[in-house]
């Protein structure tokens, strides 16, 4: 038979085992607990992170956009325009040369550095060339109402085979030439044949078809009297007026007309052949 001692040992022996596993129980929850907490730290730190970012890159001052002019290779130094102003600034180490060209774009930083070299499309102005200076790297053109000035060519265009004539895009306020356009891209604005409608096909624009004769025809039939008196010749004209009007008219006649004229000319001042008995 057993004894109050075997007893007494056996209930303190199951309290025992009972507590242990309370808190092996306790400690697994508190395992757990800890686990969450130590993903939701993680999670809270990421978060703060991404803001931090978002923070710096709303706060981070605006940068400027500029155009490299000039290269100083004594100091390895650009010259920049950039709003207005012409800069001596310094370049990142990690940019090549070679992209830090005249006439390319550049990123400035807050304190005025060169920090990336922009790939964006350019705009300009269009504008006729009209001479080559001796140095090479600068040209006469002549922009809208036969403003002539000076500007320095771009590096994608030094050494390329320019002549007067060509149609260019030009900055003003960097005074560069950055592009040469392509003669083809000009095709459509010439006709092919000379038209064979006259003025005697238009009726009713008598006084108007006048006027548009002397704006048009007279400096080439006279370019000699404009020259004289330095009178420039006029870009283009304007027909405006509804549909039907005779505007296509108007112009085909005045480029037959003129055709015809400008032919006659030349005939004229050609030598005639003699002969002799």
């Known amino acids: 038979m057993a004894t109050d001692d075997d007893n007494s040992r056996s209930g303190k022996s ?23 907490l130590e993903f ?5 730190r990421d978060h703060i992170g991404k803001l931090r970012e978002e923070v710096a890159k709303l706060t981070t001052p605006p940068m400027a956009y500029g155009v490299v002019v000039a290269h100083h290779e004594d100091s390895q130094t650009f010259d920049v325009v950039a709003n207005g102003r012409k800069l001596r600034v310094n370049a990142h180490p ?21 920090v990336a070299v922009s790939k964006g499309q350019r705009t ?9 200076l001796e140095d090479g790297t600068r040209v006469v053109v002549s922009l809208r109402g036969d403003d002539d ?7 994608p265009l030094r050494g390329r085979a320019l002549r007067a004539g060509d149609v260019v895009v030009v900055e003003p306020r960097t005074e560069l030439v950055i592009e040469q356009l392509r003669t083809d891209d000009f095709e459509h604005l010439f006709m092919e044949e000379v038209p064979d409608v006259s003025y005697d096909n238009i009726g009713g624009l008598g006084a108007q078809i006048e006027h548009i004769a002397d704006a048009v025809e007279l400096p080439f039939l006279h370019a000699d009297i404009f020259g004289e008196y330095h009178l420039p010749a006029p870009k283009g004209i304007l027909l405006y007026g509804p549909p039907g009007c005779g505007k296509t008219l108007i112009a085909k006649a005045v480029a037959n007309s003129l055709a015809k004229k400008v032919g006659a000319g030349r005939a004229q ?8 008995m």
């Open 124 to 132: 300009g102005e269009i504008a006729t060339l009209k001479e080559i």
């Open 149 to 155: 000035r000076v500007f320095e060519l771009s590096s």
């Open 14 to 36: 199951s309290s025992a085992e009972d507590r242990l596993l309370d808190a092996k129980s306790q400690v697994a929850r508190l395992t757990a607990q800890n686990e969450k």
């Open 269 to 276: 001042t050609r030598p005639r052949a003699t002969s002799s």
């Open 40 to 44: 939701t730290l993680r999670e809270a």
């Open 94 to 114: 990690a940019l090549s040369i070679e992209d830090l060209e005249i006439g390319a774009e550049v990123v400035l930083n807050d304190a005025s550095a060169i």
